[in-house]
């Protein structure tokens, strides 16, 4: 062998030994920062090639390093996304936009990020790539996973997800484990089940903020679960096999100096779904429901005419209507009243929408889950011709891809036949609304059925109505409720659902003194602005809303009697308001008042325990 070709061999074997130690080099770092540059997503991979991201506002820690990846599911093929991977490319973009909402929070909503966009490459080349997509808002930072077309990834087996959130030592955290369940303020340690999203974080600096997702329509539900020391890892529902292209949910972390930044900064979530693919929006109308409690056709048109004397858009013929819901032979296409509700079965009920329609007024029916899983495809055009307005879905499957799937396909199919759906029990929405505007509500909230006390709902502001609607079922004239009449009326306000059901349980005759629910009457369900105006969890919130001109805002306390002060900054300064409040008078009624208000006064109110107050303001001039 000659020189030359001893060195050329000599030279390979020495690179084939150094190669592992070029790869293993030290760790890439990539930095994105928010518009006003307050937030900052910051992206390495570290030497064994795991990737690793923090958040950081004002270069406070928010999350602390905290490695990403996916991992193979045990039956797949065994090719996991978590470790032994290096940056091949790096892309950025910005945008600053706005855009109006079909319905909302508020009539203009900002779409302004700054977006990183980095693909990785596995040691294995032959595995294809994925890549870590991160856009930093004003309002807080978005990532999520995306897998390119490539046809090395015709198979995607995921079984489970290693998002970490590394939380800041002295993290609280507002703690619940189902969508319908209570809250309690925990460490970040000990958990003995995952906790569902949204989770709000309450830092040792006395910042904000909440870990969320959005656009999780093609993917199982996460929860988080307790990993290392101050640390939440996911927990994915379930097992995953898809096809690149193929895009997960976004984990979002909204960030904010006080708890109400939080709720103001939500429409974050539905920035990060597509657009509304609804070409023709106007039979897409909010408004007031009330539920049909008798099944019969005389408590139906009672209804219609108590909905037309107040204000009401819909009625709701709810579970019983077409048999027994949980009955696999019962027939959601045909009208079968379940004698456990209503033992006369009188019920005609064309004859109570064609009165409905007569007097202006639409109508939802309920259609449990087990009929529409049967009978979807023919349930839909059926009920538009029958003069249907709305479906409420009923405990529908949650938390896996098969189901996510399915329910998603089910709205944007109730959409083509111009229905709007209101989805109940566990499910929480993510932003789909944006898309499919027809989705005006959903439950996913521990809401007037569980009778929770006053401190509960001072909770859910900062909490589950980050995530988006929440069909809360207003209650009203009740002896199982745990809190005041001005409490209940304020609730509207505070809670945001495009379908607002009020008065449930309740029939017409339960309320003879109509002036104590005057309040409801012309309220509104969808707004052009929306303000935290003030409050903490656990102890008292007021939120302020404007429809046009005029304002309403809704104040409760917890079970706790407090007195409360703060300005009316909100109001259109050199414009005087009369300000029409309804508040508890002490004595287990309502008490009106009128006033006059301007944007530099300032409004102190005593709350008694478990009470609230509703105020409609509107300009004099």
């Known amino acids: 062998m000659n020189l030359p070709t001893r060195t050329f061999w000599l030279l390979l074997s020495f690179l084939s030994l150094l190669s592992p130690l070029l790869w293993a080099q030290a760790p890439d770092s990539l930095t994105v920062g928010s518009p006003n540059g307050r937030l900052r997503f910051t992206f390495s991979v570290q030497t064994d090639g795991v990737p690793v991201y923090e958040i950081r506002d004002r270069n406070r820690p928010v999350i602390l390093p905290s490695v990403l990846g996916l991992v193979s599911n045990p039956n797949g093929n065994n090719l996991s996304w978590d470790r032994n991977l290096r940056i091949v490319s790096v892309a950025r973009a910005r945008r600053d936009t706005s855009w109006k909402p079909v319905w909302g929070e508020r009539a203009v909503i900002p779409d302004r990020y700054h977006e990183l966009v980095i693909t990785l490459q596995h040691r294995n080349a032959d595995r294809g790539q994925l890549q870590v997509v991160a856009r930093a808002y004003d309002e807080g930072i978005a990532f999520r996973y995306v897998f390119p077309e490539n046809m090395r990834t ?5 079984g489970q997800e290693k998002t970490h959130f590394t939380l800041p030592s002295g993290t609280k955290a507002y703690f619940t484990d189902h969508a319908q369940g209570s809250y309690e303020v925990r460490e970040p340690s000990g958990w003995t089940k995952p906790a569902e999203l949204p989770v709000t ?8 903020a909440c870990i969320a997702q ?14 290392a020391e101050n640390q939440l890892v996911s927990q994915l529902f379930g097992e995953v096999t898809e096809t690149s292209p ?18 103001e900064r939500n429409y974050l979530i539905q920035n990060l779904n597509p657009p509304n693919q609804v070409p023709d929006v106007s039979w897409i109308q909010p408004g007031k429901v009330m539920r049909e409690v008798t099944l019969s056709t005389s408590g139906a048109q009672k209804l219609v005419d108590f909905a037309v004397e107040q204000n009401i858009d819909y009625i709701h013929f709810d579970a019983g209507w077409y048999g027994h819901e949980y009955e696999v032979k019962s027939d959601a296409s045909t009208v079968s ?21 007569s007097r202006g007024k639409k109508v939802i029916l309920y259609v449990n889950h087990r ?25 529908v499957h949650t ?23 209101d989805v109940h029990d566990e499910y929480s929405p993510t932003g789909f609304s944006r898309t499919f505007p027809n989705l005006l509500t959903q439950e996913g909230v521990r809401g007037n059925e569980e009778w929770p006390n006053a401190t509960h709902n001072t909770v859910l502001p900062f909490t589950r109505f980050i995530a988006g609607a929440a069909d809360y079922t207003f209650c009203f004239n009740q002896d199982r409720l745990k809190n005041t009449k001005g409490h209940q009326l304020a609730l509207p306000v505070i809670y945001f659902s495009p379908l607002q059901y009020l008065y449930w349980y309740g029939k017409p005759q339960d309320f003879p003194n109509r002036a104590e629910i005057s309040f409801w009457k012309h309220l509104p369900t969808v707004w052009d602005d929306t303000r935290v105006v003030d409050g903490t969890p656990g102890q008292w919130v007021a939120v302020a809303r404007r429809k046009g001109a005029d304002w309403y805002l809704g104040t409760i306390t917890s079970t706790e009697a407090r007195t409360v002060s703060f300005p009316l900054t909100f109001l259109e300064p050199g414009k005087s308001y009369t300000a029409e409040i309804h508040e508890d008078d002490g004595a287990g009624n309502v008490r009106k008042t009128v006033r006059t208000v301007t944007a530099s006064d300032k409004w102190t109110l005593s709350l008694v325990a478990s009470g609230g107050q509703a105020v409609c303001l509107k300009p004099r001039n």
Do not use: C, M
């Open 371 to 395: 009929a529409l899983e049967r009978q979807l495809d023919t349930l839909f055009p059926l009920y538009k011709s029958w003069g249907v307005s709305g479906i409420k879905f009923g405990f």
């Open 201 to 208: 974080l309450h830092l040792a600096n006395n910042a904000w």
């Open 214 to 227: 959005a656009e999780q329509t093609n993917y199982p539900r996460i929860r988080l679960q307790i990993g």
């Open 246 to 263: 193929y895009a997960l949910p976004w984990r979002v972390v909204l960030v904010g100096d006080r708890p109400g930044d939080l709720l």
């Open 337 to 357: 009243v379940d004698p456990r509700r209503n033992p006369k079965g009188d019920l005609d009920l064309p004859t109570a929408i064609r009165y409905a329609r």
């Open 154 to 158: 015709q198979v995607l087996d995921i």
């Open 399 to 421: 938390g896996s891809h098969r189901w996510t799937v399915w329910l998603h396909e089910a709205i944007r199919k109730a959409a083509q036949h111009q229905l709007v759906v």
